[in-house]
């Protein structure tokens, strides 16, 4: 079975509008059975089944990713997180580099 993790994490909101990372099948399939009974549809029913054919590797994990985010975008909860800036995430300059 090929690493169920995506290759790009997605963030969505919950119901109590906490932001959480989905970075695997696993996470999208916990996030997606979690979601109230009442709001759930075809588009949901089609997400979950892509999530629990990646895991079981019926589908590859892209697949997942795709029907995840698609959903996750239909029913408003993901979020567009921006980069962080160039000053976080740049190569690290110690004293020891200058050496």
């Not at 059975?33 to 895991?55: K, M, N, Q, T, V």
């Not at 997942?64 to 979020?79: L, M």
Request: proline share 6%.
């Amino acid at each position: 079975m090929e690493s169920a993790t995506f290759k790009q994490p997605v963030f969505v909101r919950d119901e109590g509008h906490v932001v959480q990372k989905i970075g695997c099948v696993m996470d999208a399939i916990e996030f997606l059975e979690e979601w109230p009974i009442e709001r759930r549809g075809l588009l949901h029913a089609a997400a979950l089944d892509a999530c629990y054919s990646a895991y079981d590797g019926r589908k590859p994990v892209e697949a997942a990713n795709r029907a995840f985010t698609t959903w996750a975008r239909r029913v408003a909860v993901i979020e567009d997180l921006p980069a962080a800036p160039h000053w976080m995430t740049g190569p690290k300059i110690s004293k020891v580099d200058h050496l």
